[in-house]
């Protein structure tokens, strides 16, 4: 077998992880539930959610992934070998084909927008229900859908095709900073509109009195999706890693990337749709119908709107080429592909599968079961079923049957000083005793990390589970 891959430098694997969970939900998603579940007083809600399941559950996917130097499956098998906790590994692969088929339909989506920015301004999108209209022929129009779809996986497959450091790495330390980039431009433009101020107190000022127990539930399923959690990207990613490699240190700085981003995206949406007199609303709807309608009327329109679906397909694009890995990984190290062919045909399979949800806003528009598309079904499965399901078995995985003793030992290497293990011992509100060396501060991170792990995250995971799919209702 070939020598593994490693990443070149701390930098690159921070980038690509954070590109893997950097994505449509910081863009489109976050900005829109923080504004509605009370501004200010969600972030504080979103930070403790990103404490109980974003942060344990990721350390423990970069641990599995750094001690196996395995895709998810044969993490699962080297730890464990013959046990069935490996149908984590499994449905992770799974839900990596079913997310990246439909994920890369939207991708299409914003390369088509881009185009539409340049050749129109959007000149056409006289308002809301106008860009509405041009929205609804655009997706359903079964030759554009499927050729941009077509475009972006062949995108994620040219990357992937170079393999971690000359495709995956240098992509990601090309593309992070565009995106810091873009996102001020776009917030210095939407910040310099008269009326801003409205917009930035819609998205910010805080609001107790909105944020409610859904609201938490809330919070803790977009702190899961949106780091990327559940089906293996940072067990896949972490393999990668050497033992130099400080695990906790580097899933804090992920982590706070993603949430930096996740909150300047508001800052460079709403100051605009509030400045132009627009109401803000959830989803699809904001991106491509409300900002449209806003970029026609300003002056430069065609450039602003460009950059931000620029911003967007490369949000979108960053996380594409975690979940091809993922796919590509598995088949590298366990059926022993080579990477090219591998990812080309595999690429190509989950172009196929994402091809009826392409179609699902048009002609494949009437096919449903219980009033869901091709696309939802996809969409619903993968996002909220199968990733809560898989974090859930990660965190349980590593914390009752390979053992948080075992993971310490693992995020030892790397932290050399234990000043990041000191860290998480304050957080947890423990006594640390410098008589000791070492082994104490691994015990006090095995026990506070591992008391995260072993009950508040899966409990949390599962509460949060029940809520998204209608079990509780609040
Ligand atoms: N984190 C991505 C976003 O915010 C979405 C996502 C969820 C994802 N799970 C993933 C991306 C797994 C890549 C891999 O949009």
Do not use: C
Request: no cysteine.
């Amino acid at each position: 077998m070939e020598k593994r891959e490693h990443w070149g430098s701390q930098l690159g694997f921070i980038l690509a992880s954070a590109g893997s969970a950097v994505g449509l939900g910081n863009i489109w998603k976050f900005p829109y539930i923080t504004g509605e579940n009370g501004g200010g007083a969600f972030v504080l809600v979103y930070l403790l959610a990103i404490t109980i399941i974003g942060i344990p559950v990721m350390l423990a996917e970069f641990v599995i992934g750094r001690k196996s130097q395995r895709n998810p499956v044969g993490a699962y098998h080297a730890l464990k070998p013959g046990s069935s906790w490996i149908i984590g590994g499994y449905l992770g692969i799974l839900t990596g084909f079913i997310i990246l088929s439909f994920y890369s339909v939207v991708g299409g989506w914003t390369l088509g927008y881009m185009i539409k920015a340049i050749t129109t301004g959007f000149r056409n999108f006289s308002s809301v229900e106008v860009a509405g209209k041009h929205f609804g022929s655009f997706v359903s129009n079964p030759w554009y859908a499927v050729l941009f779809h077509f475009i972006f996986m062949g995108l994620s497959i040219l990357i992937v095709y170079k393999g971690i450091k000359q495709g995956i790495e240098k992509w990601s330390k090309i593309l992070m900073p565009a995106i810091f980039v873009i996102l001020f431009l776009l917030i210095i433009k939407g910040l310099s509109m008269k009326g801003a101020m409205k917009g930035v107190q819609f998205y910010l000022s805080p609001d107790f009195s909105k944020l409610t127990p859904k609201s938490i539930l809330i919070a803790l399923g977009h702190a899961f999706f949106s780091l990327s959690l559940g089906m293996g990207v940072m067990i896949t990613y972490g393999s990668y890693l050497s033992k130099k490699e400080n695990l906790w240190t580097s899933a804090l700085t992920i982590v706070g990337i993603d949430t930096a981003i996740a909150l300047l995206a508001g800052l460079a949406i709403f100051p605009a749709v509030f400045a132009m007199g627009f109401q803000p609303n959830a989803g699809p709807g904001l991106v491509f119908n409300i900002l449209p309608a806003i970029f026609a009327k300003m002056s430069l329109g065609f450039l602003w709107g460009f950059l931000f679906f620029l911003l967007l397909a490369i949000a979108a694009l960053t996380s594409a080429i975690s979940l091809l890995e993922v796919v590509t990984s598995y088949f590298i190290d366990e059926l022993h592909f080579n990477r090219k062919t591998a990812t080309v045909l595999f690429g190509a399979v989950i172009f196929l599968l994402g091809v009826p949800s392409a179609l699902s806003f048009g002609v494949l528009s009437k096919y449903t079961i219980s009033g869901k598309t091709f696309f939802d079904i996809m969409d619903n499965l993968a996002s909220n079923y199968f990733l809560p399901i898989g974090g859930f078995i990660i965190s349980l995985f590593v914390g009752w049957v390979w053992g948080t003793k075992h993971a310490v030992d693992e995020i030892r290497h790397g932290s050399h000083n234990f000043a990041d293990v000191h860290l998480i011992t304050l957080l947890a509100g423990l006594k640390d005793d410098p008589s000791h060396n070492s082994p104490v501060h691994v015990w006090t991170l095995a026990s506070t990390w591992g008391i995260f792990l072993r009950f508040i995250s899966p409990v949390a995971i599962f509460i949060a589970f029940l809520f998204t799919i209608g079990a509780i209702k609040l």
